[in-house]
Every structure is written in structure tokens, then in C-alpha cells.
């Protein structure tokens, strides 16, 4: 597969697990996961982390995954490289998944002191890719090895850290986020 055809796939088939955490800040809110508990002096994730969120962010990876398993024919003759389809299973692993980084990142940023929205770099851009390919790795793994090739998976590692900033610099200025990162 040429370069052209690798960055298609990671980025298309990365998309499901794009969609989450998005979609969580937008219908977020609602009761927070940890229930209040705390883990010494800190939360053990915090207020933004909710049952919501995670539901709602989980929901709309998954029908991302639909969506694009739909248009994946036409849109891989619009970019002339085949697109992978996504099973239900792969769809809902990455979207879940994408969820449970980000959740397991909250949980090392409250172990080491920082409060909620405070940077964590590397971290914060790449939590919930990993995540997100463990999931997908666990309940579709066929569907993942011919899929996640080594170029592709540099390319995701890559790519992700860019697209995190430049989305969030965005949702900063739009009001939607208290932070840019």
C-alpha cells in the first residue's frame, strides 16, 4: 500500500474512536462516574468523567463506525485506496474503548496531582488511541491485525497528537472546552 493509502486507512478506520470524546464534551455532564469517591487527597477521576458522557461518546463512535461501514465503497473510489468496513464489534471496541483511555488517564492525572483539565502531554493526545486499539484488539482481533498494519499504527501514533491539538484549539475558541489541550 502506497503512502497516500496508508494514511487514508488510519485515519478512516481511527475515526469511530475520533468520535467519542467529542461527542462526550457536547453531552456531557450528569452524574460523574467515581460517584465522588477519592483515592487519598484527589477524586479518583473526577467531575468530568460521567456515565453520560461515556454512554453518549460510546453511542456515537459506534454509529460513526455504522455510518462510515456504509459509505466505506464510495468513499474508497473517491480516494482510490480500499477503506476497511467496520464490524459492529470493531465499531463499538474502538468507541468503548477510546472512552475507557480517557478514563484511565484521569485516573493517572489524579495519581499524580493534577486537577482536572490540567495538561498531561503525551498522555492526553494518545490515551484514548491506546485504549482504543486494545479494545478493538480484544473483541474484532481478525478485523484489527488486517487493519492496524505497523504503517498504519505509526501513522495513527503520528497523526493523533495533531489532530488532538488542532481539534481542541478549536473547540477552546468555540467556548466548548475551559482549555485548549
Not at 459492529?88 to 499524580?112: E, Q, W
Amino acid at each position: 500500500m502506497d503512502t497516500l493509502g496508508v494514511v487514508a486507512t488510519a485515519l478512516w478506520a481511527m475515526l469511530p474512536a475520533y468520535v467519542p470524546n467529542n461527542a462526550a464534551v457536547l453531552a456531557g455532564g450528569g452524574r460523574p462516574i467515581d460517584g465522588g469517591r477519592t483515592m487519598g487527597d484527589s477524586r479518583l477521576l473526577g467531575d468530568g468523567k460521567t456515565w453520560r458522557g461515556t454512554a453518549t461518546g460510546t453511542l456515537a463512535g459506534t454509529l460513526a463506525a455504522l455510518v462510515l461501514d456504509a459509505l466505506s465503497p464510495a468513499a474508497s473510489g473517491l480516494v482510490g485506496h480500499s477503506l476497511p468496513g467496520f464490524p459492529l464489534t470493531a465499531g463499538f471496541g474502538l468507541a468503548l474503548g477510546a472512552m475507557l483511555g480517557d478514563i484511565g488517564a484521569s485516573f493517572i492525572k489524579r495519581r499524580s496531582g493534577r486537577e482536572r483539565g490540567a495538561a498531561f502531554p503525551g498522555l492526553d493526545q494518545l490515551d484514548f488511541v491506546v485504549g482504543a486499539l486494545a479494545c478493538a484488539f480484544v473483541v474484532a482481533p481478525a478485523w484489527f491485525g488486517a487493519t492496524f498494519t505497523l504503517p498504519v499504527l505509526v501513522v495513527v501514533v503520528v497523526a493523533t497528537p495533531i489532530l488532538h491539538v488542532a481539534t481542541n484549539g478549536i473547540a477552546y475558541r468555540l467556548g466548548l472546552k475551559n482549555e485548549p489541550w
